[in-house]
């Protein structure tokens, strides 16, 4: 049973940073792509980033490019997503999610395209 077991959220002021980490676990880590989603009260989840974790292939939501960066290590089977001058309006669960290993995704991928969810992380960002 895949498993993606999310950590890192906390709570911090605008301009610092955070680093969120998704554990995967319950398949064979590689081929596929993995990712953050993030949903504020009354919003609709929205994706963040993805990485092919096989090789280096990375892409990002226009909104977070030069703030966020995403990054895999493959001994580890874990995901991350360091993010750097955060804003209040970063404020939100953070969902990691995977696809099916093999299955291509489209960008920007779409929440109803999501294989696998993490239970979240709540990031909180004060003014």
């Known amino acids: 049973q895949v498993q993606l077991v999310e950590s890192g959220g906390g709570s911090v002021q605008a301009g610092g940073s955070l680093r969120l980490s998704c554990a995967a676990s319950g398949y064979t880590y590689g081929g596929n792509w993995m990712g953050w989603f993030r949903q504020a009260p009354g919003k609709q989840r929205e994706w963040i980033a993805a990485?092919?974790?096989?090789?280096?292939?990375?892409r990002y939501a226009e909104f977070v490019k030069g703030r966020f960066t995403i990054s895999q290590d493959n001994a580890r089977n874990t995901v991350y997503l360091q993010m750097n001058s955060l804003k209040s309006e970063d404020t939100a669960m953070y969902y990691c999610?995977?696809?099916?290993?093999?299955?291509?995704?489209?960008?920007?991928?779409?929440?109803?395209?999501?294989?696998?969810w993490g239970q979240g992380t709540q990031v909180t960002v004060s003014s």
């Open positions: 999610a995977a696809a099916e290993v093999g299955r291509p995704v489209r960008f920007p991928w779409g929440a109803d395209r999501v294989n696998y």
């Open positions: 990485v092919y974790t096989r090789g280096i292939n990375t």
